[in-house]
């Protein structure tokens, strides 16, 4: 097998190093699951899919500011390698310094990694943009620099994350690129972008966003929506089939025009919420089964052990400074104690406001150190973005 040309920490580094406005240093953190054997997101095509689950971390002045929670999964079907990506929190605590944010570019700099350095034969892209004020970082909603989007609002910002991630890849790989997005209850293109205020925007975006879905009205739900971990698709499926064979029968029957039409008055997306799903497919033409996933500079833990480790996340506090600074250090502790620590500096020093496009030609200016095992122990405005699960963050309990 032939490795590919970066590791995922390397590449994010050099790519946050210089899409990243004003001077920083940041401390990257990527966790991340042993592939496992699991129900195949389309039980269709595949019975099993190989799954794999991360949470990436930015650090800023000893201080979480940011991070992104995504679930891959890779399918074999026939000839055609997929590779599906299934974005499912994103968050922030407010602490990020004023001269620039990382979250938009944390999330195109993942992104571009599967596109550009993996790039399978198809990558399959899925977000579900629905706002809430926390995800990741308990109580960092009490921060009033954490600034949380309304629905309407974090559905235009998805939208021009993913247009703004597409328009910086190769003009090869953009010719093979189809977009959609959509949102529930709303039938026409025009109506939608009228809710997010977005309408100007229509024409010029015409080569990249198809308002709709990847699938036909007429086909079964069940046969073509793929069903994630934590998953509102998901979820809405099994909730119509139920458990008794008659319900089973009436949800194996539900066209896809049908279910949008449920999910549209259903909880997750209905009583007045503005919600939005995006899908993007790349079709490339190299195989996933040609590459090695190199997993240099990355925290690898088994699954059962990812999940107590985001759940002792969740029983840390992130607001005020003294508790997010005081839980940081302890979940790097957390850390410490289940795997190696993979330190990662990133230095960032650009113009404020200037951008560079990212390529391959970027100087790597990323510094790695790494610390052994340690036994068990004891900005203004910035938007806090946050999507998928229709849950807020769990409690502690007192």
């Not at 054997?37 to 949470?55: C, G, I, M, Q």
């Not at 009490?142 to 597409?166: C, F, M, Q, Y």
């Not at 809710?195 to 229509?202: F, G, R, S, V, Y």
């Not at 240099?296 to 107590?308: A, H, K, N, P, Q």
Request: charged share 30%.
């Amino acid at each position: 097998m032939s490795k590919q040309g970066n590791a995922l920490v390397e590449y994010l580094g050099r790519n946050l190093s210089a899409t990243v406005a004003g001077k920083h240093t940041y401390n990257l953190y990527v966790l991340s699951t042993t592939q496992v054997e699991t129900d195949s997101p389309t039980p269709h095509l595949n019975s099993t899919a190989k799954r794999r689950r991360f949470v990436v971390f930015l650090a800023e002045d000893a201080i979480f500011i940011t991070a992104l929670e995504v679930h891959e999964y890779i399918e074999d079907h026939e000839e055609n390698d997929t590779v599906s990506l299934y974005i499912s929190k994103v968050d922030t605590t407010g602490f990020s310094s004023e001269s620039g944010s990382p979250t938009k570019p944390l999330i195109a700099s993942f992104l571009k990694y599967y596109i550009e350095i993996r790039s399978p034969k198809l990558l399959k892209i899925n977000v579900f943009a629905r706002a809430q004020p926390q995800y990741l970082f308990t109580k960092s909603f009490g921060n009033p620099r954490k600034r949380v989007l309304r629905d309407s609002v974090l559905v235009k910002w998805w939208k021009n994350v993913i247009a703004e991630t597409l328009s910086t890849i190769s003009d090869r790989l953009r010719g093979k690129t189809t977009a959609w997005f959509y949102i529930p209850g709303e039938n026409s293109e025009r109506s939608a972008r009228i809710l997010i205020k977005d309408e100007n925007a229509e024409q010029q975006e015409k080569p990249l966003w198809a308002y709709g879905y990847p699938y036909d009205d007429d086909q079964a739900a069940e046969n073509v929506i793929p069903r994630f971990i934590d998953d509102a698709k998901g979820r809405i499926l099994r909730d119509v089939a139920g458990r008794d064979n008659k319900r089973k029968k009436i949800a194996g029957e539900m066209s896809v025009e049908e279910f949008w039409q449920v999910m549209a008055i259903s909880g997750e997306c209905g009583a007045g919420k503005t919600t939005g799903f995006f899908w993007v497919e790349i079709t490339n033409g190299r195989s996933e089964r040609d590459s090695e996933w190199i997993t240099d500079g990355m925290l690898v833990i088994d699954d059962t052990e990812f999940s107590r480790v985001v759940d002792e996340l969740l029983d840390l506090d992130f607001w005020p400074r003294e508790k997010a600074i005081e839980s940081t250090q302890k979940f790097i502790e957390i850390l410490g104690s289940k795997c190696e620590i993979q330190e990662v500096k990133i230095e960032v020093d650009n113009q404020l406001n200037q951008f560079k496009k990212i390529d391959n030609r970027v100087v790597n200016n990323l510094q790695t150190s790494v610390k052994r095992k340690n036994p068990p122990s004891e900005k203004d405005g910035e938007a806090s973005v946050n999507v998928l699960s229709p849950s807020l963050v769990k409690r502690k309990t007192k």
